[in-house]
Structure formats: structure tokens, C-alpha cells
């Protein structure tokens, strides 16, 4: 009994032991996107740049996410409508020994008046291994995106089709009634001849 408690305990003791197989730096840990006057920007990509710290190739993925549990949301923050929003290229990264390697983070959001004066938080979560291996633990590192859409739009926004359709149906009440006033007059006027 003596010697299977120490085996548990020597066993115990090497799989809490294990360290992580990639040891980088993903800077920066936050980034924010400030969106000044159109959602499709014409500004340069932001990028997260990532050192390989090892003595052997490490291979990078990326996953976005929203704040998971929800109480990592920054105050005043809220979860992006769709994930599909934000782009990182590439997909993978092979990175040498003491190398360093960027992504590129690309937004393409649409103009819609109800996406003016948002607060958006997600995540970019990096997951570095070691090159053809694989691993029970896998350290990831995630880089807080903010994003913030403009308070205002600066061009006349495209109008969606529903407000075209209830536009046209005030512009013919309207123009109903005027018509409907003038034949109501001219009768009126006819009448009292």
C-alpha cells in the first residue's frame, strides 16, 4: 500500500510538473480600434506581433472569442454582433527559434445606423505549440481587441430597405390627403357658384 501511495504520489507530482512546450511573447495584450469617420476603413491593419522565445519552431493558431465568463467584460464594453466582423491573417504561423512573426487584424463591419457609438470587446486568443507534437496542456494568450464604432456617420449611410418602404408609404398618405383637400375645395368652391 506504502509503495502504490509514493508511485501515485511521484506520478502526481511529474503530471503537475509539466511545463508548457512554448514559451513566446504576444504583444501587445490589448489593442483598440477606433473607427473615426467610415466603417470601412482605408487605414493601415493592426498587428499582433508574436516572439518565439524556444530553441525550436513553434507553430501559432489564433480563435476569437467573446469575454468568457462574462464578468472579464470590461465596464462599458459590450460583445461584438458578429464575430465575422474581424479578420486575422494569416491562420497559422510556423515561427523559428528566437524569431518574430506579426498578424494582421482587418475589420469589415457594415454601415448600419444602429452599429454608430458601440463599445466592443473581444478576444484574440494566440495557442503556440511546439512543431509536431502535441500536448495534454497548451498555454494560449489572449489579446483584448476593443473596437469602437464612430458616434455619428460622417457620409449620408446607405438607408436600409425597410425605412425606403415606410418613407414612400408617409410621402403617399400625404400626397392622398393633399389631393384628396384640393377635389374637396374645388367641389366646395363649385357648390357655394
Not at 505549440?129 to 483584448?144: K, L
Request: hydrophobic share 45%; glycine share 2%; charged share 15%.
Amino acid at each position: 500500500m506504502k509503495y502504490i501511495l509514493r508511485f501515485l504520489l511521484l506520478f502526481l507530482l511529474f503530471f503537475f510538473t509539466i511545463s508548457c512546450q512554448a514559451d513566446v511573447r504576444v504583444e501587445p495584450a490589448e489593442l483598440t480600434i477606433t473607427i473615426i469617420d467610415d466603417f470601412q476603413q482605408k487605414n493601415p491593419p493592426t498587428n499582433i506581433t508574436i516572439l518565439n522565445e524556444n530553441d525550436y519552431t513553434v507553430n501559432v493558431t489564433w480563435y476569437l472569442e467573446n469575454p468568457n465568463p462574462i464578468a472579464l467584460l470590461r465596464p462599458n464594453r459590450t460583445f461584438i454582433e458578429n464575430l465575422s466582423w474581424i479578420h486575422v491573417t494569416p491562420s497559422w504561423r510556423l515561427i523559428r527559434p528566437n524569431a518574430t512573426e506579426s498578424f494582421s487584424i482587418f475589420l469589415t463591419i457594415p454601415e448600419l445606423n444602429d452599429l454608430l457609438n458601440q463599445h466592443w470587446e473581444t478576444w484574440i486568443t494566440m495557442t503556440p505549440h511546439q512543431d509536431g507534437t502535441s500536448s495534454i496542456f497548451s498555454q494560449e494568450y489572449a489579446v483584448r481587441l476593443y473596437i469602437d464604432t464612430p458616434t455619428s456617420s460622417a457620409q449620408p449611410s446607405i438607408p436600409d430597405s425597410n425605412t425606403i418602404g415606410a418613407d414612400l408609404l408617409v410621402l403617399l398618405l400625404i400626397a392622398g390627403v393633399v389631393i384628396m383637400g384640393g377635389i374637396l375645395a374645388f367641389y366646395l368652391l363649385l357648390k357655394k357658384k
